[in-house]
């Protein structure tokens, strides 16, 4: 009988470790979050259920260290974006809220560990906090109340609106400025990585800066968390920074790089969302299948009815073409030596944001579509199917949201010049 694991996943480009990390994490989802599921939404606040659970993976299953390398307490598995899209994948059948907190908790330390560009001078520092025995966590600082989408819009905007300002004094920067929305912030995070930049309204790209602050550097405060209609496993707070003072060794690599790397975090953000959009769809298809098997309908199976049967049908098309997708493009984005692209270049970034808008539709429908023939069941806390349907919308909204994910995406198949 078919199962998830029948879908797409080309077995020569998924190593069996990295598909072995995915069962564990399978594993792990069934045993401890599952049973736990439907309280997460009354979670939203404190994390009480959330962080213990944040630790088992991350820490006890070694999510954090898988990226790091030996040198300073990590695994160092190759392949890194195969590995982020196994993990999406696994993880959103389980809760792509807890997944996008899994996840983000090491996005923002990408610039400084994927090869070749490795500052090995931070991650003697910081590696070892994230391979650690106790939970640290990762917290990618990047939208602005004001700018909304621009920041994201690199190509366009230029970083002309980024308000987070670095000006060095000495051998520190002094970091002032305002962040909203960012995945593990609030209580949760431990170190923020911080888009900056060193002269407000320039659009000289040198003058963009990712710079590394640690959440209790004196200037540092945070807002309440925001409650929202889903994904509240992943807390999303205001952060000030007031006179914030770090080393000036903290920022990722310099002038023109801190970009570079930037654009290839938005690369693997982008591989994650889809990966995640995947995952989700893949429960959908085991509670919506379980569902029209056991609903008997005019004497048959609810699967059985030929509109029905359509509407299935298209579940299963869109989780093939979503999953062939995505491991085509992770097998680009892991090995630049034979598709001759950088995770940084822009064809990467462009092309990766129509993957991600193809995913964040195709959950869309595939949600909408199962609740159509559950009914009232569909919209009932008890099937977890309103949980995926209310997170899923959320899916296609960060990073910029579809808007600009089109946009960018048409730039490079049409060579727009002026969006």
């Given at each position: 009988?078919?199962?998830?694991?029948?879908?797409?996943?080309?077995?020569?480009?998924?190593?069996?470790?990295?598909?072995?990390?995915?069962?564990?994490?399978?594993?792990?989802?069934?045993?401890?979050?599952?049973?736990?599921?439907?309280?997460?939404?009354?979670?939203?606040?404190?994390?009480?259920?959330?962080?213990?659970?944040?630790?088992?993976?991350?820490?006890?299953?070694?999510?954090?260290?898988?990226?790091?390398?030996?040198?300073?307490g990590g695994t160092d598995i190759p392949d890194v974006c195969t590995l982020i899209c196994i993990l999406g994948e696994e993880?959103?059948?389980?809760?792509?809220?807890?997944?996008?907190?899994?996840?983000?908790?090491?996005?923002?330390?990408?610039?400084?560990?994927?090869?070749?560009?490795?500052?090995?001078?931070?991650?003697?520092?910081?590696?070892?906090?994230?391979?650690?025995?106790?939970?640290?966590?990762?917290?990618?600082?990047?939208?602005?109340?004001?700018?909304?989408?621009?920041?994201?819009?690199?190509?366009?905007?230029?970083?002309?609106?980024?308000?987070?300002?670095?000006?060095?004094?000495?051998?520190?920067?002094?970091?002032?400025?305002?962040?909203?929305?960012?995945?593990?912030?609030?209580?949760?995070?431990?170190?923020?990585?911080?888009?900056?930049?060193?002269?407000?309204?320039?659009?000289?790209?040198?003058?963009?800066?990712?710079?590394?602050?640690?959440?209790?550097?004196?200037?540092?405060?945070?807002?309440?968390?925001?409650?929202?209609?889903?994904?509240?496993?992943?807390?999303?707070?205001?952060?000030?920074?007031?006179?914030?003072?770090?080393?000036?060794?903290?920022?990722?690599?310099?002038?023109?790089?801190?970009?570079?790397?930037?654009?290839?975090?938005?690369?693997?953000?982008?591989?994650?969302?889809?990966?995640?959009?995947?995952?989700?769809?893949?429960?959908?298809?085991?509670?919506?299948?379980?569902?029209?098997?056991?609903?008997?309908?005019?004497?048959?199976?609810?699967?059985?009815?030929?509109?029905?049967?359509?509407?299935?049908?298209?579940?299963?098309?869109?989780?093939?073409?979503?999953?062939?997708?995505?491991?085509?493009?992770?097998?680009?984005?892991?090995?630049?030596?034979?598709?001759?692209?950088?995770?940084?270049?822009?064809?990467?970034?462009?092309?990766?944001?129509?993957?991600?808008?193809?995913?964040?539709?195709?959950?869309?429908?595939?949600?909408?579509?199962?609740?159509?023939?559950?009914?009232?069941?569909?919209?009932?806390?008890?099937?977890?199917?309103?949980?995926?349907?209310?997170?899923?919308?959320?899916?296609?909204?960060?990073?910029?949201?579809?808007?600009?994910?089109?946009?960018?995406?048409?730039?490079?198949?049409?060579?727009?010049?002026?969006?």
């Open positions: 009988m078919p199962n998830i694991d029948d879908f797409i996943r080309p077995k020569e480009w998924v190593s069996d470790f990295v598909t072995d990390i995915g069962k564990v994490l399978r594993e792990w989802g069934k045993d401890k979050y599952l049973p736990v599921r439907q309280n997460i939404d009354e979670d939203w606040k404190h994390h009480k259920i959330v962080e213990p659970l944040l630790k088992e993976v991350l820490v006890d299953l070694g999510i954090n260290a898988a990226f790091f390398p030996y040198e300073v993880g959103a059948r389980i809760d792509s809220g807890f997944t996008v907190a899994c996840l983000c908790s090491v996005w923002p330390m990408l610039p400084i560990i994927l090869k070749p560009h490795r500052n090995m001078k931070l991650l003697e520092e910081f590696g070892p906090k994230f391979c650690g025995s106790e939970l640290y966590v990762g917290c990618n600082a990047m939208t602005e109340p004001a700018s909304g989408a621009d920041i994201e819009n690199v190509d366009r905007m230029q970083g002309r609106t980024i308000q987070t300002t670095a000006k060095l004094d000495g051998d520190q920067w002094v970091i002032n400025g305002h962040k909203i929305w960012p995945t593990n912030s609030g209580d949760t995070a431990n170190l923020y990585g911080v888009v900056c930049t060193t002269k407000k309204g320039s659009t000289d790209l040198d003058d963009f800066a990712f710079i590394y602050v640690p959440a209790d550097a004196k200037g540092v405060s945070v807002g309440g968390p925001y409650q929202k209609a889903g994904m509240a496993a992943d807390m999303n707070t205001d952060i000030w920074f007031d006179q914030v003072r770090v080393p000036q060794r903290y920022r990722a690599h310099g002038p023109g790089d801190d970009l570079k790397y930037f654009k290839e975090m938005i690369t693997y953000g982008n591989m994650a969302t889809a990966a995640m959009c995947l995952g989700v769809m893949k429960n959908v298809y085991e509670i919506i299948k379980k569902w029209t098997t056991e609903r008997i309908i005019a004497g048959k199976p609810l699967k059985e009815h030929s509109m029905v049967a359509a509407a299935l049908s298209d579940i299963a098309i869109n989780i093939e073409a979503t999953s062939a997708w995505i491991h085509m493009y992770a097998r680009e984005v892991d090995r630049p030596d034979i598709y001759g692209t950088n995770p940084w270049d822009d064809t990467l970034v462009h092309k990766t944001r129509g993957l991600s808008t193809f995913a964040c539709k195709a959950v869309e429908k595939v949600c909408s579509s199962a609740m159509d023939y559950m009914g009232s069941y569909g919209y009932s806390r008890e099937f977890d199917l309103e949980k995926h349907w209310r997170d899923s919308k959320m899916l296609g909204l960060w990073m910029g949201g579809l808007g600009l994910k089109q946009m960018e995406n048409a730039r490079y198949w049409y060579e727009l010049e002026t969006l």
